[in-house]
């Protein structure tokens, strides 16, 4: 699942992994909220293995996200998206259980060699 409160994420990530979708490799759920992505996991939790979380967004932010997901499904992975290079929010997601960090722009090149088996 991609969690960010920009609607063209899901456009770049649907571009980015074109060939990834068409193959059947990988599949995704995206949610423009903290509080949807909870909802959208609560609904089909079976099918998400993996949440992308943009750290800056309205309402729930990434890591009140990413603090809720572990508290509730510690089985998920969860790599935090952010367009700051910030170590304050950096030891924050790590000391939350963040899977992975990455900044924007994301290398997708380097984020496929994690997603794609």
Avoid: W
Wanted: proline share 2%.
């Amino acid at each position: 699942m991609v969690v960010d409160d920009e609607v063209d994420v899901q456009m770049l990530f649907q571009q980015r992994f074109r060939k990834e979708l068409r193959a059947g490799q990988i599949s995704f759920h995206f949610a423009l909220s903290g509080e949807e992505a909870l909802a959208l996991l609560e609904r089909r939790g079976t099918d998400i293995m993996l949440i992308l979380s943009d750290i800056n967004m309205p309402g729930m932010n990434g890591l009140e996200l990413l603090r809720a997901v572990k508290d509730r499904h510690g089985h998920l992975k969860v790599y935090m998206i952010t367009a700051y290079s910030d170590e304050a929010n950096r030891r924050q997601a790590e000391e939350y259980g963040c899977d992975d960090y990455f900044t924007k722009p994301i290398d997708f090149t380097e984020l496929k060699e994690k997603l794609v088996v």
